[in-house]
Nanobody, 120 residues
Framework: QVQLVESGGGLVQPGGSLRLSCAASGFTFSIYGMTWYREAPGKERELVATITAIGERTNYADSVKGRFTISRDNAKNTVYLQMNSLKPEDTAVYYC?????????????WGQGTQVTISG
């Protein structure tokens, strides 16, 4: 079955950096786009960054442009989110997401999330 496993979250001071990873399995990773979302306390889940199947195009939320970089390694079935110049408002649970077509049905898959806390 499809599994998405995030890692790399933690507690950092403002201005610091983190790199999140999402290890994928159970589907043909190299033909699907991948997306990072985040959900802060009391707020709706929001899209952070997305990358196409072979990484030729990326897109970012305005709030993270110039600070975050999404990338992928299709040989390792892993997508990354490099986060620099972190701000307290980046504090959230970060989720990895993909949408996989099986037959005529589109399935939406999520990881379990990784907590990112910016404080200091």
């Amino acid at each position: 079955q499809v599994q998405l496993v995030e890692s790399g979250g933690g507690l950092v001071q403002p201005g610091g950096s983190l790199r999140l990873s999402c290890a994928a399995s159970g589907f043909t990773f190299s033909i699907y786009g991948m997306t990072w979302y985040r959900e802060a306390p009391g707020k709706e889940r929001e899209l952070v960054a997305t990358i196409t199947a072979i990484g030729e195009r990326t897109n970012y939320a305005d709030s993270v442009k110039g600070r975050f970089t999404i990338s992928r390694d299709n040989a390792k079935n892993t997508v990354y989110l490099q986060m620099n110049s972190l701000k307290p408002e980046d504090t959230a649970v970060y989720y990895c997401n993909t949408k996989v077509v099986r037959g005529t049905t589109l399935f939406n898959y999520w990881g379990q999330g990784t907590q990112v806390t910016i404080s200091g």
